[in-house]
């Protein structure tokens, strides 16, 4: 099969429509987290999703989903991980870190989605794709690498590695549910983990933003969040949990590329880090 095919193939456009919203997101939540505080940005990012599909499932007709009761763990495990842990833990990161760094160290995701499919879940995986997230991994630790022990440098990376490690955990967890509605699965996800993180926020003191940026971060939810999830459930039934990853670690390409185009600084280090993710992808 060539990789001609292989893009006929509706895992692959989906995978590299999801990766695209959603590394356009890392760069314009960096840009809201001016006005809003990490942990109210992160509900209502995933707030906005879950909105935003559930009114596109309401004009669009969309009959109703009935999880079997087997799999419902997997998806409460996934919101655990990926709705409520890691959108939070990457707002954290990106308070102190520039949103081009941030967007290619998301490419971790990639790589602890893929081990874990590998070793955890037992997924069949070749030299090609061990070797592709090597090269992943070795790009984000050039560009985490703070130069100087200063943990001002450090915590912010590793708050970003975390959120790669529970979105991996999150990716695992919804290829056990993929085969029913991507929309319907977005949605439950963008509710409830929009829906906590709110309450949490609110509950140590968060306030309302202005109209304007409470518009903007759920519109960025919807698009960054939710339609991009429903992409990713989609590349997950047709492709599998590792392949889809691959496909999704060209993320934070978009958003480097975005947020350099919003004026961030082109750095070395940011260079050599890209050069290996690049060849990695």
Known sequence: MTWKDGFRQPG?????????????????????????????????LYFGS????????????????RLPSNEVPWLGGAILAGGIVSPVLLMIGLTG???SGASLLLNA?????????????KENFDRRI????????????????PGEARFAGVWPTLAVLGACLAWGIDNNLTRKVSLADATWIASVQGLASGTVNLGLAFALGASIPSLQNLAGA??????????SL?????????????????????????????????????????????????LGV
């Open 12 to 44: 692959v456009p989906a995978a590299l429509g999801a990766a695209l919203l959603f590394g356009a997101g890392t760069p314009l939540a960096k840009w809201l987290l001016d006005a809003i505080s990490p942990w109210l940005l992160a509900g209502l």
């Open 50 to 65: 879950g909105i935003g599909l559930t009114l596109y499932r309401r004009l669009s007709h969309a009959p109703a989903v």
């Open 97 to 99: 870190m520039p949103a």
């Open 109 to 121: 995701e990639g790589a602890f989605t893929a081990m874990l499919a590998w070793f955890a879940f």
């Open 130 to 145: 061990a070797l592709g997230m090597a090269a992943i991994v070795a790009g984000a630790l050039v560009l985490s690498w």
């Open 218 to 227: 759920l519109v960025v939810g919807f698009l960054a969040y939710g339609v």
């Open 230 to 278: 429903a992409l990713f459930v989609v590349g997950l039934r047709h492709l599998g949990t590792a392949r889809t990853g691959a496909y999704f670690s060209v993320a934070p390409f978009f958003g480097a590329t975005l947020a350099l185009l919003m004026g961030e600084p082109v750095t070395l280090q940011l260079l050599m880090a890209g050069a290996l993710m690049a």
